[in-house]
Nanobody, 120 residues
């Protein structure tokens, strides 16, 4: 049974930092591609960052690439999203998504999401 469990969200002031984690189980981590998405209230879900757990390659959305970093721990089967210099517009529910490195998102899985609120 595939499980994706996000953690690390919370309330942070503008300019602050948070690190999100997504613990994966039920599939071969090293043969997966995983990503962070976010959905702000009233807006569509958007891709934030993606990582290929086979070769470690990463990519981030232009809106966050200078502030956010996606990484992985292949021993802990966990991906992370380090978020620095947070802005109010980063407020959203952040979701973890997993797919297969060969078939992509054809058979995908989602976590339950973790709330990030940037406010003073």
């Amino acid at each position: 049974q595939v499980q994706l469990v996000e953690s690390g969200g919370g309330l942070v002031e503008p300019g602050g930092s948070l690190r999100l984690s997504c613990l994966a189980s039920g599939f071969t981590f090293s043969r997966s591609v995983m990503a962070w998405y976010r959905q702000a209230l009233g807006k569509e879900r958007e891709l934030v960052a993606v990582i290929n757990n086979f070769d470690g390659s990463t990519n981030c959305a232009d809106s966050v690439k200078d502030r956010f970093t996606i990484s992985r721990d292949t021993v802990k089967n966990t991906i992370y999203l380090q978020m620095n210099s947070l802005k109010r517009e980063d407020t959203a529910v952040y979701y973890c998504r997993a797919g297969d490195v060969n078939s992509g998102w054809r058979n995908d899985y989602w976590g339950q999401g973790t709330q990030v609120t940037v406010s003073s």
